[in-house]
């Protein structure tokens, strides 16, 4: 094992030196969703209530469970990640619901950057785990966005992510506490806690921006931006609110809303997530049952999901979403999911599913919803991980009103 006073200087180093100027940001990098369908149909729903219980219960996952699994089948965004000197490629899932960055060691290729610490590091996951070694290596997200001796973890052995390389963690950097078996109380850095701190970036702030499928198309395409936003994908301006106080949503990037049917009010203000990692829109028991009486809709148990009739999905009424200082408005047609994509859930071809789904828990849990990938599709979202100053940050795009669904 490295002794652990040389791995603390080697650990300020990496955060005090830069290898570009942070005049260089924000850098925007392309981020990329495929729908993977290889075993037949996608169990949405069932995956979907895993890891928002995973989010809700900490203690399910255990003393070290500190990270829960991107794990969206709807499609999961990866982003190409360039580690070590020179750079190797890999695909790596995109979770904003971990902070813990790891690859295969039957993928990784060490090179004279690479620096193997010696302290074992695990993670478990509602539906996987990884369990090897950390390294301190290069690591290049985009043009200009490299970090020098980022920890990573080298998965001697892993389960649940086999068509990825490994994951890129951007949650906040405190779920990586208890992530080292010698070092049980210290937290890890993530890659955009680095870029900031090497001075790369000028903020520690990343944008996220989601594309609808479309049609019967199974690749999305997507964009993340690190060190601010890019105005070309979003209209006006951001509206920020902070993270929520309240546990366990605040492990997170939780905030704080209240959502509206129509005129009426479903779910009083209260706390939950913004989740990169989960599809669909998760509410609390009693927000669901409302919302279903109010829709008309009925209870599929091939999906799972809640289904609708022509006639009540033209009654449809939107959802108003009161977040900080602004009101998000979710339409008709992007409560619904993709029509074009209704057998790849075990759904009928010509048939109008809704998306919000039941948490399993009643309001007042701590966590009593999960924006997932059907918000944020609508939404640009803005994370900000500055100290003493965290908050999520949203801005309607060209997608907000569309109705391709």
Same mark, same amino acid.
């Given at each position: ?11 300020? $180093? ?24 290889s075993?037949?149909?996608?169990n ?18 255990g003393?070290?469970?500190?990270d ?6 709807y ?18 899932l995109? =979770? ?7 690859v ?5 290729v ?38 020098v001796?980022?920890?990573? #973890? ?7 992510? =086999?068509r990825? =390389?490994g ?13 080292l078996q010698?070092?049980?109380?210290d ?12 001075? +790369?970036i ?7 921006f ?8 199974l690749?999305?395409t997507?964009?993340?931006?690190f060190?601010? +936003? ?28 209240n959502?509206?049917? #129509?005129?009426?009010?479903i779910?009083a ?6 989740d990169?990692?989960?599809?669909l ?9 409302l ?23 033209? /009654?449809?009424?939107?959802?108003y $979403?009161?977040?900080?200082p ?6 008709p047609?992007?409560?619904i ?37 059907v918000?944020?599709?609508? $939404?640009?979202?803005? $994370?900000? /991980? ?17 109705t391709?669904n």
């Open positions: 094992m490295f002794p652990i006073a040389s791995l603390t200087l080697l650990l300020l $180093f990496s955060t005090t030196r830069s290898p570009v100027k942070a005049a260089n940001s924000p850098v925007s990098v392309p981020i990329t969703s495929g729908l993977n369908f075993n037949g149909t996608i949405l729903v069932e995956q979907d209530k895993a890891r928002i219980q995973a989010l809700r219960n900490p203690s399910m996952r003393q070290r469970l500190t829960v699994p991107l794990i969206n089948n499609g999961a965004y990866s982003i190409l990640v360039g580690i070590g000197n020179p750079p190797r490629t890999y695909n790596l995109l =979770d904003s619901g971990s902070a813990t960055t790891w295969r060691q039957s993928a990784y060490k090179t004279s950057a690479s620096f193997r610490t010696g302290e074992v590091e695990e993670v478990i996951y509602s539906h996987g785990f990884f369990r090897g070694i950390e390294y301190l290596d290069y690591v290049t997200v985009g043009p200009g966005l490299t970090v001796l980022q920890s990573i #973890g080298v998965a001697v052995v892993s389960t649940g992510f =086999d990825y =390389d994951i890129l963690g951007i949650g906040p950097a405190a779920l990586t506490v208890g992530t010698d070092l049980p109380e937290p890890i850095p993530t890659v955009t806690d680095s870029l900031y701190g090497q001075g +790369t000028s903020e520690d702030v990343f944008g996220i989601y594309q609808p499928y479309v049609n019967s198309q690749e999305s997507g964009q993340i931006t060190g601010g +936003t890019d105005p070309t994908k979003y209209n006006g301006n951001i509206l920020y609110t902070p993270v929520t106080d309240t546990q366990p949503a605040s492990r997170y990037w939780g905030i704080d809303q959502i509206m049917y #129509g005129q009426t009010e779910l203000r209260t706390a939950g997530v913004v990169s990692g989960s599809t829109l998760f509410i609390a028991t009693e927000a669901y049952e919302y279903k009486a109010a829709t008309g809709s009925e209870y599929d148990p091939a999906t799972e999901l809640l289904v609708i009739s022509e006639d009540g999905y033209g /009654a449809l009424q939107n959802l $979403f009161n977040i900080g602004q009101t998000y408005t979710l339409t047609n992007a409560q999911w993709p029509r074009s994509l209704n057998t790849m859930i075990s759904g009928q071809e010509n048939a109008i599913y809704l998306i919000v789904r039941d948490i399993g828990t009643p309001f007042g849990s701590g966590l009593d919803f999960g924006n997932g990938y918000f944020m599709q609508r $939404f640009y979202t803005v $994370f900000d /991980a500055t100290t003493d100053r965290r908050r999520v940050g949203f801005a309607t795009t060209p997608f907000t009103y569309a391709t």
